[in-house]
Nanobody, 117 residues
Framework: VQLQASGGGLVQAGGSLRLSCAAS????????LGWYRQALGKQRESVAT???????NYADSLKGRFTISRDNAKNTVYLQMNSLKPEDTAVYYC????????????WGQGTLVTVSS
């Protein structure tokens, strides 16, 4: 599985951005797609995931501001981020999970989101 993320950039607080991640390769085996983020000096954390069946899960602190969606025809997952805050500044990574007896994680290259105050 290969993941190509895009859509990061610089935005003012209160603004919006949409991240995209296109999956290729053994995509039919993907159980879930999602987004993680890692701020400078902090551990990587889960932002949101969506299963192959369309069930979405979010970090509690981000519910209501971020929306994950999945276009199966385009093999793409999106993260719509609204009402952005400076603390949302991080590198955002696309993630794919495959379960074949054990869990495999695949990562995109990361896209930087910077929210200015």
């Amino acid at each position: 599985v290969q993941l190509q993320a895009s859509g990061g950039g610089l935005v003012q607080a209160g603004g919006s951005l949409r991240l995209s991640c296109a999956a290729s390769g053994t995509i039919l085996s993907i159980n879930a797609l999602g987004w993680y983020r890692q701020a400078l000096g902090k551990q990587r954390e889960s932002v949101a995931t969506v299963t192959s069946g369309g069930t979405a899960n979010y970090a509690d602190s981000l519910k209501g501001r971020f929306t994950i969606s999945r276009d199966n025809a385009k093999n793409t997952v999106y993260l719509q981020m609204n009402s952005l805050k400076p603390e949302d500044t991080a590198v955002y990574y696309c993630n794919a999970k495959l379960v074949r007896g054990i869990l495999y994680n695949y990562w995109g290259q990361g896209t930087l989101v910077t929210v200015s105050s």
